[in-house]
C-alpha cells in the first residue's frame, strides 16, 4: 500500500489516533506506577476490567463505549480496593493479593463473557475482542471519548502535580505535611485504571500491563527528572503505539497490541544499552577503558623499575596492543636484538619521554597507602 | 467399578479440575510464602510462547517434549526477570512486567503468522476447555482416561514427590534462606527446580484452565491456606481440600448457569479464600472482632497471688 493511501485511510488514521492517546496517557500515569513500585497493580487493574466490560454489556445490551468505560472503571477500582483490603487487613503479602485479585476478578470475566455468548446470541460480537484488542474496530467517537479521558487525566495530574510527586518519592514526609496521602494514592490509583481503559480497544486487557511499564521504564533510563520522564514516556508510548498499529495494518493479521507491546519492548532494551550516563553499554565500556589505563600504569612501572626484564605477559594481546600504543605515543622504543641466534627478541624500552611519564606513575603508586 | 466411575464425564471433569488445583497448589504455596506469587503471573503468561516455539520445533501439541520446553521457558522467563533486575535499572516488579508481556506477545504474533495450521488459538490460550477433557483419553489399564487427567497426575506426584524428598530443605529455604545457605541446602538451586515444576505444571493444566485461570488455582487455594493455618503441611491439605471443593461446586454452578466451567471453578477458590479471610480460625477478620469484643466483655483477671 502507498504511503499516501494509507494516510488517507480511515481506519487506519483512527488507529493511529488511538495508539497516541494510548502513549499520551499510559506512559506519564505509569511514570507514577514504576516510581511507586507498583507496575503489576496495573496488570491486575487492566484483568479486572474483564467483568466490568462484560457487565455493562449485560445491563445496556450493547458495546457502547461510555458503558464499557464505566463498567471497566468501576471493577478496575474495586479490584485495587480489593488487593488493599485483602494485603491491609490479613497478613497476605502484596504480591498475593495482586494475584488473587487479578485472578479472580478476570475468572469472573470469563464466567460472565461465557454467559453472555449463551445467552445473547446477537449482537454480543467482539466482545471477545477486549482481550487482545480490536485495534482496527476504534471508531472516531471512541476516539472523542477516549480523547477527552486523557485530557482530562493530564490536567488532574496538573493541578495535583506537586503533591503525586512528594507522595510518589516521600508519603511519609507527605504525610507530617498534613498531606491527604491515601486520597491522592487513590487517585494515582484510578488515574491508572483510566489509562487501563483508554488501552482496551487498543491492546486489549492482557497486554495492558506492559504498556504502563514498558514506557516509563524506558523513559526512566533517559531522565533523572519527574517532569522529564514522564515527557519522555509519553513520547515513548506515542512512537511505539503508532509505530505498532502501522505495523499491523501494514501486515494483515498480526494483531496490534503484541506489535505495539513488542515495540515499546524494544524501545526498553535500546534505553538500558544506550542511555547516557545509565546505559549498560557506557558503563561496560567505561569499565575497559579503566582497566586498560590500569595495565598502561602498570606496564609502565615495571619498566621504570626492572629495565632489563622481559615479563612474560608480552604475548598477550591486550598487553600487547597497550605496547604499541605506548610507543605510538613516544613513550617506547622497539630494539631487536639478533645476537641470540635465529631467534628474534624484541625488547622495549623507555624513552626520556617515557621515562618521564614512568616516573610519574612510580611516584603515584608509591605515595597510595598499601 | 472404576470404568464406571471414569465413564461419567461430569467425575472426569471433576477430577481433572480437583487435580490441576492440587498440583499447581502444591508449588503455590512456596510462591505464596516467599512473596513471589506474581511469578505464576509471568510463567503463566510467558509459557505460551514456549508452546508454540517447541510446537514449532517438534509439531507437539503435548507430551513430554511440551513440558519440558515450557519448564525451560518459565525458568527463561525468570532468568530474564532477574538479569533485568540485576542490571539495577529496573525495579523487580517492572522487570517482572517487561518481560512477561513481550514473551506473551511473541507468541500470540507467531500464533497469528501459523494460525492457519496450529488448532491453538489465542482463545483457547486464555481459557482453556475444561469441559471437553473426557474427549481426549489415552487407554491406560484397559481403560479410556482423560489425557488431561493423566498429565495433572503426573505432575501432582512429580510436585508432591519433589515437596517430600526435600521437604526440611525446602521449608528452611523458604522461611530462612540466609541459614539454607549456610548449611548447604542451594535455596535458590531449590526455587528453581519449584519454578520448573510450576511452569511445567502450568503447561499440563494448560489444555483445561488456560493461562490465566492457572494464576487463580495455583496462587488462590494456598493464600487461603495461608489465612488458616501456621503449619507448611497443613497448607498443603487446606489447598487440596479447597481445590477440591471449589471444583466440585464450581462443576455444578457452571452447569446449572451454563457458564464456562474452568471460570467458576477458579470463582469459586475466590469465596473460599474470602471465607478464609473473613471466618478463618485465628486470623479471620470477623474471628478477630469476636475475640477482641469477648476480651472487652471479660473483666481483667487480677493477677494471682501466690
Known amino acids: 500500500m502507498p504511503l499516501f493511501d494509507l494516510l488517507s485511510d480511515y481506519t487506519f488514521q483512527n488507529v493511529v489516533m488511538g495508539a497516541s492517546l494510548l502513549g499520551l496517557i499510559s506512559g506519564p500515569l505509569g511514570c507514577f506506577a ?11 487493574i487492566s484483568h479486572a476490567a474483564l467483568p466490568g466490560i462484560c457487565l455493562s454489556f449485560i445491563i445496556t445490551g450493547s458495546r457502547d463505549i461510555g458503558g464499557i468505560i464505566v463498567g471497566s472503571l468501576a471493577t478496575g477500582s474495586l479490584a485495587a480496593l480489593t488487593m488493599l483490603m485483602l494485603t491491609r487487613m490479613s497478613r497476605l503479602k502484596t504480591d498475593a493479593g495482586l494475584g488473587i485479585c487479578l485472578s479472580i476478578f478476570f475468572a469472573v470475566g470469563i464466567v460472565l463473557l461465557t454467559y453472555i455468548q449463551n445467552t445473547h446470541n446477537a449482537s454480543q460480537g467482539g466482545l471477545e475482542a477486549f482481550l487482545f484488542g480490536q485495534a482496527a474496530a476504534t471508531l472516531r467517537s471512541d476516539l472523542w471519548v477516549m480523547g477527552g479521558i486523557t485530557l482530562i487525566t493530564l490536567l488532574l495530574l496538573a493541578v495535583f502535580w506537586k503533591q503525586a510527586k512528594l507522595v510518589t518519592f516521600d508519603a511519609e514526609y507527605a504525610r507530617t505535611l498534613g498531606m491527604p496521602t491515601t486520597a491522592i494514592e487513590a487517585t494515582l490509583t484510578t488515574m491508572v485504571a483510566l489509562a487501563v481503559v483508554v488501552g482496551l480497544q487498543m491492546v486489549g486487557v492482557i497486554l495492558m500491563a506492559a504498556m504502563i511499564v514498558a514506557p516509563a521504564a524506558a523513559a526512566r533510563q533517559w531522565s533523572r527528572h519527574l517532569g522529564g520522564m514522564l ?12 509505530s505498532g498499529a502501522t505495523v499491523s495494518t501494514l501486515s494483515r493479521g498480526l494483531a496490534t497490541g503484541p506489535l505495539i507491546v513488542l515495540t515499546a519492548t524494544t524501545i526498553v532494551l535500546i534505553s538500558l544499552a544506550l542511555a547516557p550516563g545509565r546505559g549498560l553499554l557506557w558503563g561496560l565500556a567505561q569499565h575497559y577503558q579503566r582497566k586498560r589505563a590500569l595495565r598502561r600504569q602498570q606496564l609502565l612501572y615495571a619498566f621504570y623499575k626492572h629495565p632489563s626484564a622481559t615479563p612474560r605477559y608480552y604475548n598477550t594481546l591486550g598487553v600487547r596492543l597497550i605496547l604499541y600504543r605506548l610507543r605510538r605515543q613516544g613513550y617506547l622504543t622497539q630494539q631487536s636484538n639478533h645476537e641470540t641466534g635465529s631467534q628474534r627478541i624484541t625488547r622495549w624500552k623507555l624513552t626520556a619521554r617515557g621515562y618521564e611519564e614512568a616516573k610519574k606513575v612510580v611516584a603515584t603508586f608509591e605515595a597510595t597507602p598499601s | 467399578m472404576m470404568a464406571a466411575l471414569l465413564s461419567s464425564t461430569d467425575l472426569q471433569i471433576m477430577l481433572v479440575g480437583a487435580m490441576v488445583g492440587i498440583a499447581s497448589s502444591a508449588v503455590g504455596t512456596f510462591l505464596v510464602l516467599r512473596g513471589n506469587s506474581m511469578l505464576s503471573d509471568a510463567i503463566s503468561h510467558s509459557i505460551v510462547f514456549g508452546i508454540v516455539i517447541v510446537w514449532l520445533l517438534t509439531k507437539q501439541q503435548s507430551g513430554t517434549v511440551q513440558l519440558v520446553g515450557a519448564a525451560l521457558t518459565g525458568l527463561l522467563t525468570v532468568l530474564l526477570t532477574e538479569a533485568l533486575a540485576s542490571t539495577k535499572r529496573v525495579k523487580q516488579d517492572a522487570a517482572i ?24 488459538d489465542t482463545h483457547t490460550v486464555l481459557l482453556g476447555e475444561i469441559g471437553f477433557v473426557w474427549l481426549d483419553t489415552v487407554n491406560l489399564f484397559g481403560l479410556p482416561i482423560p489425557q488431561a487427567l493423566v498429565s495433572m497426575s503426573v505432575m501432582t506426584v512429580l510436585n508432591y514427590g519433589f515437596i517430600f524428598l526435600f521437604y526440611k530443605e525446602l521449608k528452611l529455604a523458604t522461611f530462612d534462606p540466609a541459614l539454607a545457605k549456610t548449611f548447604g541446602f542451594m535455596p535458590s538451586v531449590l526455587f528453581y527446580v519449584l519454578l520448573m515444576l510450576t511452569s511445567s505444571t502450568a503447561v499440563a493444566a494448560f489444555d483445561a484452565v488456560g493461562a490465566v485461570l492457572f494464576i487463580a488455582f495455583a496462587i488462590v487455594p494456598a493464600s487461603a491456606a495461608y489465612l488458616m493455618t501456621d503449619r507448611l503441611w497443613m497448607m498443603f491439605v487446606i489447598g487440596a481440600l479447597v481445590s477440591i471443593g471449589s471444583s466440585v461446586c464450581g462443576y455444578y ?21 474470602m471465607l478464609a479471610f473473613l471466618a478463618g480460625p485465628r486470623y479471620g477478620v470477623i474471628t478477630q472482632q ?6 472487652r ?10
Not at chain 1, 34 to 44: E, I, K, N, Y
Not at chain 2, 297 to 306: A, D, F, G, W
Open chain 1, 34 to 44: 514504576v516510581l511507586r513500585r507498583q507496575s503489576l497493580l496495573g496488570d491486575a
Open chain 1, 231 to 242: 515527557v519522555i514516556a509519553a513520547a515513548i508510548g506515542i512512537v511505539s503505539g503508532v
Open chain 2, 97 to 120: 512486567g517487561l518481560v512477561f508481556p513481550a514473551l506473551f506477545s511473541i507468541g500470540v504474533l507467531l500464533l497469528n503468522i501459523y494460525a492457519h495450521d496450529v488448532h491453538i
Open chain 2, 253 to 273: 454452578l457452571a452447569v446449572h448457569l451454563n457458564v464456562s466451567i474452568g471460570g467458576m471453578m477458579a470463582v469459586m477458590t475466590g469465596i473460599f479464600l
Open chain 2, 290 to 295: 469476636i475475640k477482641r469484643r469477648r476480651a
Open chain 2, 297 to 306: 466483655q471479660t473483666p481483667m483477671e487480677p493477677p494471682s497471688l501466690s
